[in-house]
Every structure is written in C-alpha cells, then in structure tokens.
C-alpha cells in the first residue's frame, strides 16, 4: 500500500455517458480489434434498486463482465492456444444467485470487491491510536472480509472510463464511519481496466476523514480450464515467495513468518496445485487445503510478478502482478457442491482457486505485519494485474 497526496483529479478521460434508460456502448463495434464497453440491466435488489452489468472488451477476444452489485466480477473470458475464448471465473448467470440463501450460507464472495479489510481480523476487534474498535464476528470468533455486510455486498456508482487503448470501469462508494465497525468515512474508487495485451487491471483508491484500517482486494476464483469444467487440481502455479504467515487454528496468522522451504506450502518453482493438497501437514489440516498468505519475495516498491498459473490442456497462463506485500492463495476448499454456477454445473471442492492481493491478515493486531492504518491526507493507492496468455 502506498499512500499517496488525495486524489485531485481523474487519471483518465470518462467515456460518453450511458442512460440508465437503455443498455448502452463506449467505444466500437464489436469484431473491429478495438475496446469497448456496453451496459445492460442485470436485475434489481428486493428493494427495486437496479443493478447494471457492464462488459468491457478489448477486441482481441478478452472480455470482462462486472456487476454494479458488489462489484462482482461475473465472468471473464479469455482466449485458450488455439484462440477461442472461455469463461474462466467462477459466479452465476442471473443476479438470483449471488443473492439466494445457499449463497448467503456458503458466503464464497465469487469476484467481488471485498472491503474494508480482506481477510481476517482476529477476535473481530483491533485498537487503533489507543482506542478499541470491534467488528462483526462473522468467521467463528474473527472477522472476515469487511464484516457481515462488507464492499461485497453494497451497490457501486460505475462509470466508463477509456484511455490509450484501454477501456475500463470506475466503480465509487462512500463508506460512512462506523459501518461495521470501522472508524472513518471512507471513499473508494476502484477501476477495473481491460488492456491489449489481455490483462485486467485493478486500481484501489481510499481516502479517509478520521484513522481507519483499510485492506482491499478482489476475490474471483479462476479456473483456466474453463468455469465448471472440474478441478484445479492439474494447474501448475508459482508463487513469487519464499515465506508465508502460518495461521493458528481459526486461521488468524500467529505473527511468525515461516520458510515455505521443505513444506507442501512450497510454490517458488511450478507445482501442480493438487500434488501435495492430502498431504497431512498441520497447516493444510487446518485450511482443509490451501488458505495461507503469502510474503512476496519484493527488492522494492512498484509493480512485481507475485504468481504465475498454467493449465496444461488449455494452454491458457494467468501472471499476477501486484504492489501488495502478500498474496492471499485459496484453493477453493470449503465449496461444497451447494452452488450452481453459471454454467449449469455444482461447484465442489478445489473447482476454483483464488489469488488474492494484499496487506496481511490481522495486521491491525501484529504490529510486525506492515501497517494497514491510513490517516487524513493519506491516499490508500495499490494496483494489481492479471495478465492472460497461452502457449
């Protein structure tokens, strides 16, 4: 997290407005090799509040659904070695199923922007500046991404944004001091862009008017095989770590920061993703499978590759590029076939997997941890990529 002057103006131009009235397009026609964005209804809330789809697409067979609704990444499609392009995000097809009672009770977050803290709290409280702040307890006796009615789960003001070549999705929302606990009223942009070169890029900006604790990131699950095509067992992934933050039995990092060396948590050269998963180390028995922050191996600030994914019968490779200091890998352990995905198929155990960029679990309660606090006049600054190939 950098932090950074407040925001004083856009970094890019907005597109041409859309109506709310009619689905609408940025940019051009389909099939021309140039970007574009379109926007049709996606349903409405129980309370009539309307929620939009966009879809950004560079032209080159990448294309990139996101939802007003917790700005849900609901599906995106990139092309495998023979350049057709597949859906490669795990979500639902109607706004029902992110809405729906199995949802709420799996709670898996598929694609959302999860706020104001990703990951876990330990014990639901931190104290900041002398002052203790508490926060739903809705992970056993920890708070998990932002509470029980986190970024996820709150509408966002979307608007087309467009640069040299790019398209892209500025999503704003106000969040006022208090809400779930946190101290602060919190403004936060975050953009989605899709580029060329077939990456997604995902801009996080926050300012705050009181001290606070922010951790954003983005939650999809990938499966480079195709959505609903069986496990991710097969995929090979990299990280770029060579140290992790070992958890304690509700999964809150016990503050030591471990060598991945000589364990099945060891990712710096490729593994198949399932080859050690049942192996009966005591971390992997507590996650039911891979649910570990990783310390990225960084010289310095700015832009890193963090991991890289392979899938060996697509051809598809996926490169995660980040200024965070760690990354979050999940293996998908605790989907339980109680969902349908969005392409008729139930998802189960280790069908998806997550790489999620960040600051580390509970670093409000580990002051070894690097400070998530951010301060008035601060600007809560941080950039992730996914960058999509094939061979």
Not at 11 to 22: G, I, K, R
Not at 171 to 183: I, M
Not at 245 to 256: C, F, M, N, Q, R
Not at 344 to 362: I, M, N, S, V
């Amino acid at each position: 997290m950098r932090f950074l002057p407040p925001l004083a103006g856009a970094a890019v131009l907005a597109a041409a407005l859309l109506t709310a009235s009619t689905p609408a397009t940025a940019g051009a026609p389909p099939g021309t090799g140039r970007p574009q964005i379109t926007r049709e209804p996606f349903g409405a809330l129980a309370d009539g509040t309307r929620i939009d789809r966009y879809t950004l697409s560079n032209g080159r067979g990448m294309r990139v659904r996101v939802l007003t609704y917790g700005g849900i990444v609901q599906s995106l499609d990139v092309p495998d070695r023979t350049g057709r392009p597949g859906n490669v995000a795990l979500g639902f097809g109607s706004l029902s199923g992110y809405l729906s009672d199995a949802y709420a009770k799996a709670n898996p977050y598929f694609g959302a922007i999860i706020g104001r803290y990703g990951n876990r709290i330990g014990g639901a409280r931190f104290t900041l500046d002398g002052r203790e702040y508490r926060l739903p307890a809705n992970d056993g006796p920890n708070s998990l991404h932002g509470g029980a009615e986190g970024f996820d789960k709150r509408v966002w003001q979307a608007e087309p944004v467009q640069g040299d070549g790019t398209v892209g999705l500025r999503l704003t929302r106000t969040s006022p001091s208090g809400e779930e606990g946190y101290p602060g009223t919190l403004k936060t942009t975050v953009t989605y862009t899709v580029t060329p070169r077939d990456e997604l890029r995902i801009g996080y900006r926050a300012t705050t008017d009181e001290p606070t604790v922010v951790n954003l990131t983005n939650h999809t699950y990938f499966n480079l095989a195709g959505e609903g095509s069986g496990d991710v067992y097969g995929h090979r992934l990299q990280i770029d770590a060579s140290r992790y933050t070992p958890v304690d039995s509700t999964l809150i990092p016990t503050g030591e920061v471990a060598a991945v060396r000589g364990t099945p948590l060891d990712f710096t050269r490729p593994q198949a993703i399932g080859d050690r998963i049942r192996e009966g180390h005591p971390q992997l028995l507590i996650g039911q499978g891979y649910d570990h922050n990783y310390v990225l191996d960084r010289g310095g600030p700015g832009l890193i590759r963090a991991a890289r994914v392979t899938e060996p019968r697509s051809g598809r490779v996926m490169d995660v590029l980040t200024t965070e200091p760690g990354l979050q890998f999940y293996s998908g352990n605790f989907l339980a076939g109680t969902l349908i995905g969005t392409s008729g198929k139930a998802y189960r155990q280790g069908d998806g997997f997550c790489l999620e960029t960040q600051h580390f679990p509970d670093s409000p309660n580990k002051p070894g941890f690097p400070s998530t606090t951010l301060r008035p006049g601060q600007a809560y600054d941080t950039t992730t990529v996914y960058a999509f190939s094939a061979r």
